[in-house]
């Protein structure tokens, strides 16, 4: 069965989805941009600013149900601009330790002009 994870440790969803849902063992999160959880609202900042709120709001999103970064087994990477790959994978690896298997990928635009989204999935065995 599943269940809708809500915490306040991370963003609100801003539309008509939930923040992760619970099944069985395996969490999907949604994807998240840098929306600071206390004011819901987004910060503009830099990639490190961005990234940073981002991986912040992931670790109190899988701490909420006692997960951590090293249940991550999937990621998906969005970025606005390849141009910030370097700075954006500094920060990513020191966050994601256990190298989970990764997608990176450019787009075109991001829910509030992000410059970054991240969406995780992880596995508590």
């Known amino acids: 069965m ?3 994870i809500s915490t306040d ?3 609100k969803a801003i539309g008509p989805y939930s923040q992760a849902i619970l099944s069985g063992n395996t969490l999907y999160c949604s994807g998240q941009i840098a929306i ?3 004011t819901n609202t987004f910060i503009e900042g830099g990639i490190e600013e961005q990234t940073n709120l981002i991986l912040k709001n992931i670790e109190g999103l899988l701490a909420s149900i ?3 970064y ?3 087994v999937k990621t998906t990477c969005f970025l606005a601009d390849m141009n910030d790959f370097t700075t954006f994978n500094n920060l990513y690896e020191k966050a994601f330790i256990s190298k989970p298997a990764r ?3 450019a787009v075109k635009t991001l829910p509030k002009n992000a410059l970054v989204e991240i969406e995780v999935i ?3 065995n």
């Open 36 to 38: 600071n959880p206390a």
């Open 9 to 11: 440790k991370a963003p």
């Open 2 to 4: 599943n269940k809708v």
């Open 122 to 124: 992880a596995v508590k």
């Open 70 to 72: 090293s249940d991550v």
């Open 66 to 68: 006692g997960f951590s």
């Open 103 to 105: 997608s990176c990928v």
